[in-house]
């Protein structure tokens, strides 16, 4: 998808007060749960427009005014995180190729189990899936059971405190390749075949352990509230523009 263009030090995917907000991405909503799952834009503030249909929004953990954004926001929620949830490229078996190293996720926590994952490849073409679940207590590694899956990276993720915070909303910065060496501790796995010698096996071979690459997709599950997703080379400490800051309501 970029991996024949040529990349500035940022790239933005996502941004909910820009037009063709989803562009880039496709929307999973999970067809059985009409009352409960829904994808759609509204503002922070309002919480408006509301959904239509009968589905009821799920309410921000916080109710301090000054947490909250006057500004558009993706609401994205349901009780079945698998089920609902938008990716990047937006067909399957295309790949971002963004080689930055830093992911940067804007999202407020709204006191829901929430999920995301990013699809990485190392220098080698061996790929893999590092997720971050909220639910998540220990970190975990399922390797697959044959060269046809991906291992995937199972860690904890929790929110700062709102006592620290200025806003309800937490910036996400992620250093994408610390996570690599992850995918060959063997203390990690979660064994999902009958040799514990094989899953070993599987875990060195089929890993990505060299250098990193670029990312390959990345996915957003329910229950969140979305503001921006973008990626850099220069990490948290980078210059931004004056858009992609976080302000509270006054």
């Known amino acids: 998808m970029f991996s024949a263009v040529v ?24 067809e059985s749960l009409p009352s409960d799952a829904f994808i759609g834009l509204l503002n922070d503030r309002s919480s408006e427009p509301q959904p239509e249909g009968t589905v009821t929004l799920v309410s921000p953990h916080s109710s301090q005014p000054g947490f909250l954004l006057d500004q558009t926001v993706l609401h994205v929620q349901s009780p079945s995180l698998p089920n609902t949830y938008i990716q990047c490229p937006a067909q399957y078996g295309t790949e971002l190729g963004l080689k930055h190293s830093w992911i940067h996720v804007q999202v407020r926590n709204m ?25 998540q207590k220990q970190p975990r590694l399922k390797v697959p059971a044959d060269s046809n899956g991906l291992p995937l990276l199972h860690l904890p993720f929790s929110f700062p405190s709102d006592s ?22 063997t203390n990690l796995i979660e064994h999902a075949s009958d040799s514990i010698e094989d899953d070993f096996l599987h875990a060195h071979v089929l890993s990505p352990a060299g250098q990193y690459s670029h990312v390959c997709y990345i996915r957003i599950y329910s229950t969140c509230r979305l503001r921006r997703v973008w990626f850099s080379d220069g990490g948290p400490g980078q210059k931004l523009p004056w858009e992609f800051e976080l302000y509270a309501r006054e």
Do not use: M, Y
């Open 111 to 135: 006191s829901r189990e929430w999920s995301f994952e990013v699809g990485i490849a190392d220098r080698v073409g061996r790929k893999g899936i590092i997720r971050f679940s909220t639910f």
């Open 7 to 30: 990349q500035s030090d940022q790239v933005s995917l996502f941004s909910s007060t820009g037009s063709n907000q989803l562009q880039l991405f496709s929307i999973h909503c999970d």
């Open 164 to 185: 620290t915070q200025l806003t309800a909303w937490s910036t996400v910065n992620l250093h994408l390749p610390t996570f690599f060496p992850h995918f060959t501790n």
